[in-house]
């Protein structure tokens, strides 16, 4: 299989987007290990992988804390050398988003702590262990929201284009190592994140309180997305496992966008 003696780390896996790239690369035979904040759910995460026949362990870690090198030590000891490292943790502001209202300063802070610091400190723990073994693939993960602004997006949009500068920046400082770097844009994915997107929507647009949740995800995807499809986390995941594959071997500091043609640039 692709990965068949590959170890992928992926954060924020316990859920969303990280989970669907877990269970893609899985499938290809990587030996998994989630890492999440909460510890209740990456162990389900965990289990649940498991019983589909895939490799896979669990563990807690907070990508804002420092400390998270503890976890990523623990990783090496139990399951053995990172191969591929996805930073799929991410978070979006609680205030503004569906209503224009500008984010505020509370959200500012946490959505640039776990979106571009985490994203930071993570790579930069793997990195060094990477180095020392002269290879390595990071995958990190943006938004299709990082390419153009929107009213009420300025916290989770600038830390998603914060992602894409951090990537070139760390595609030319781990060339040297023969580590990879790049990034996906994703677009419009059913995750719970967008569940409670499309809940404050729901609550704070009069026009949209008949509406289910995912009758709001299905009427934003018709109104931008050129191909009219929602996009998945399978579709995320099958991007990963082309960077994180020999296939890009000379492909690093790249975007990809993965949105249907919401973004074509």
Known sequence: ???????????????????????????????????????????????????????????????????????????????????????????IAESGFENSQESSVEDWDITYAVNVKGTFIVSSVVAEKMKSRNSGKIVNISSHASRVGGPGQSAYGASKAAVLHLTQSQAMQYAPFNINVNVICPGTIWTPMWERIAERSRRNDPSKSHMTGRQIFLEQIEAVCPLKREQTAEDIGNAVAFFASQDAVNITGQSLNVNGGTRMN
């Open 1 to 91: 299989m692709q990965f068949s003696e590959k170890i992928a780390v992926i954060t924020g896996g316990a859920s969303g987007l990280g989970l669907g790239i877990a269970e893609v690369l899985g499938k290809r035979g990587a030996t998994l290990a989630l890492i999440d904040i909460n510890h209740e759910n990456v162990l389900k995460a965990s289990e649940s992988l498991s019983k589909n026949g895939l490799k896979v362990a669990a563990f807690q870690g907070d990508v804002t804390d420092n400390n998270i090198e503890s976890c990523i030590n623990s990783i090496e000891q139990e399951i053995g050398a990172i191969d591929i490292l996805v930073n799929s943790a991410g978070v």
